[in-house]
């Protein structure tokens, strides 16, 4: 059983092998505290949350790290608008976030990181690259010698002249090349601490290379992020790394497409945000999540209300099938722990193939039409038992509970069907119905 990754370092479909057998290395840049997250923030927390679930489910040892950014001008510059204290916006933002993703249906990843807690490392790091000549020091802070890494752009694809188009030069600026990133901004506002260059912060692109440098101490299987993220910042990050380090942060980049709102990206400056904590006041938050899950990572995604009421609906369904089947398979008491393997082996077949979700989704159709048809109820029982497998793997498996209510309700309904009460039968199917069990 081969999994295949694309790696967007490559561009290419490759075979997945881990440094060490067996165990999973993963890093994926998390958000900058300072608001909500919308609806395009929870794509990746959704799709590395599967990510992880399948690799630890077919065998793997996982370690997931997603850090917190909770030092940025864009805090900064939001505390000021509230008068309030860095620290009281970051923590507000970052409960915010862990609600989300909770209730989001993932988990947390294994270690989440605060830049604030390694800038002593941060200054240590960006010491050694000013000794190895991958760094200087000017007026405004220390910035990185971009002209000292061989293969800069290899992520982004972009050629020397082109990135030295699309860097804009500003009057503040004192570097070197145009193309040189800020590892250290001295200044006297916000949020700072004292460094050999004076008082400061660093710049994120050296946050999260910093951070997978302390925490892993080599190179990682993966490293994700939103498409958004490979220039500059991802780009900072592989140059960073392999000056200091000497090696590729990363064995396979895996980038997660954007998600668009009439073809446009969803941002602040376009006023067409949906926020995650909006969406779920109105849709059971697995229902977005299944409209995650029913389009290709890779893929752009262009939401819509419509988009979103369609997998809404379709959700409701899977979850009347399941909750039937296991009203059906409770009241015959066969239960089992048994799975169609056959099935579960189509699911291991698409998701190894660069986690082709789209056709999960096509097969999870398939089952519950299967369960809907099945007369057998130990095959039923079966048939759930592996359509649960495949949801829990996605985190899509919806939670309910039978109570001795809907039990008597059920056998009453069986009942008034023996008994060919019909009108009191088609009452009580009603009952069930609106409870959701048919
Ligand atoms: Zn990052």
Same mark, same amino acid.
């Given at each position: 059983?081969?999994?295949?990754? $694309? ?26 505290? $300072?608001? =909500? +997250? ?23 040892? @996982? ?5 917190? #950014?909770?030092?940025? =001008? ?9 008068? @309030? ?33 390694? @800038? ?29 890494? !061989? ?18 030069? #500003? ?106 904590? =909006? ?36 959700? =409701? /369904? ?63 029982? +079966?048939?759930?038992?592996?359509? /649960?497998?495949?949801? !829990? ?12 209510? #809907? ?14 009460? $019909? ?10 119905? !609106?409870?959701?069990?048919?």
């Amino acid at each position: 059983m081969m999994i295949k990754i $694309y790696n967007s370092l490559t561009q290419t479909i490759m075979p997945f092998e881990t440094i060490t057998p067996k165990r999973v290395t993963m890093y994926v840049c998390g958000p900058t505290v $300072y608001g =909500d +997250i919308h609806l395009g923030n929870a794509r990746p927390i959704i799709f590395f949350d599967v990510v992880k679930r399948y690799f630890s489910h077919v065998g793997y040892d @996982v370690l997931l790290v997603s850090n917190i #950014t909770d030092v940025d =001008d864009k805090i900064i510059d939001k505390a000021k608008e509230l008068q @309030v204290s860095e620290q009281s916006i970051t923590k507000q933002y970052t409960e915010a976030f862990m609600d989300m993703t909770a209730s989001l249906g993932s988990a947390f990843p294994d270690l989440m990181p605060k830049a604030t807690e390694y @800038v002593a490392n941060m200054i240590e790091y960006i010491h050694d690259l000013i000794d190895q000549g991958y760094a200087y020091v000017r007026p405004s802070g220390v910035y990185f010698r971009v002209g000292r890494i !061989e293969d800069y752009g290899i992520l982004s694809k972009q050629n020397m002249q082109e990135l030295n188009q699309g860097v804009r030069i #500003t009057l503040e600026d004192d570097k070197e090349d145009p193309r040189d990133f800020s590892i250290w901004k001295i200044t006297d506002d916000g949020l700072r601490y004292e460094s050999p260059w004076g008082q400061g912060r660093p710049g994120w692109h050296t946050e999260c290379a910093v951070m997978n440098h302390e925490i892993f101490r080599g190179e990682i299987d993966i490293h994700g992020g939103g498409t958004d993220l490979k220039f500059p910042h991802h780009e900072n990050e592989i140059a960073q790394t392999s000056a200091h380090d000497h090696h590729h942060i990363a064995r396979y980049w895996m980038h997660v497409g954007r998600l668009d709102v009439n073809e446009t990206k969803m941002s602040k400056s376009l006023g067409n945000i949906t926020w995650v904590k =909006d969406l779920i006041q109105v849709y059971d938050p697995l229902s977005f999540r299944f409209l995650m899950i029913g389009h290709h990572y890779r893929m752009p995604i262009n939401y819509s209300e419509e988009l979103m009421s369609q997998y809404s609906k379709e959700y =409701d /369904k899977i979850k009347r099938s399941l909750k039937k089947a296991f009203l059906t398979v409770s009241i015959a008491k066969a239960f089992t722990f048994d799975i169609d393997h056959e099935l579960m082996d189509d699911f291991y077949t698409l998701m190894n193939d660069d986690f082709n979700t789209p056709n999960v989704t096509t097969l999870i159709y398939d089952l519950l039409k299967l369960m809907n048809k099945e007369k057998d109820v130990m095959r039923l029982a +079966i048939l759930y038992q592996t359509t /649960k497998t495949i949801l !829990e793997i996605l985190g899509l498996m919806p939670r309910y509970e039978l109570t001795d209510d #809907t039990l008597s309700l059920y056998k009453a309904w069986e009942q008034a069907r023996q008994d060919k009460d $019909y009108a009191r039968a088609d009452q009580l199917r009603e009952k069930l119905s !609106e409870r959701g069990w048919m």
